[in-house]
């Protein structure tokens, strides 16, 4: 079986023949892979942005470099910045509001995990009880 990632290949399924094409329609974007999800950037996108989309759980506060709050630690690849930014980053981390992504990387983030609304759940089990 065949992963297809937007972009960069398609599969085509007619009478158990596969046939795999790369598409020259739109520019490759490089890939983002973290400990939960692999996904590509959208046009336009931040990679904090694009991290939010796919359920990320990162920590923001300025969006532009200033205060350090989403840093990640990044594993693999390397990324670049148009203006240095203001906000300390050591070696192994990027700041994902300001960075430029020029090829695929590997991140140490998770996707957010759904804890329960304590509020919903009757923690005394005294359901219906007078």
Same mark, same amino acid.
């Given at each position: 079986?065949?992963?297809s ?11 158990g ?20 999800k ?9 990679l ?6 796919t ?11 200033? @205060? ?10 390397? +990324?670049?910045? !148009? =203006?240095?930014? &203001?906000a300390? #980053? ?8 300001? @960075? ?10 998770? +996707?957010?995990? !759904? =804890?329960?609304? &304590?509020?919903? #759940? ?6 219906n009880?007078?």
């Open positions: 079986m065949f992963h990632v937007t972009g960069r290949l398609k599969n085509v399924f007619s009478d023949l596969i046939i795999i094409f790369f598409s020259n329609r739109f520019p490759v974007m490089p890939l983002i892979t973290t400990r939960d692999v996904f590509e950037l959208q046009a336009g996108e931040t904090l942005e694009g991290l939010e989309r359920g990320h759980e990162v920590e923001y506060q300025c969006r532009s470099g200033y @205060c350090g709050s989403c840093r990640v630690k990044i594993t693999a690849g390397k +990324v670049g910045y !148009d =203006e240095l930014p &203001l300390f #980053v050591a070696p192994g981390e990027i700041l994902p509001c300001c @960075c430029r992504i020029t090829e695929d990387i590997t991140l140490d983030c998770h +996707v957010k995990q !759904d =804890e329960p609304d &304590l509020f919903d #759940v009757d923690l005394f089990g005294n359901d009880q007078s």
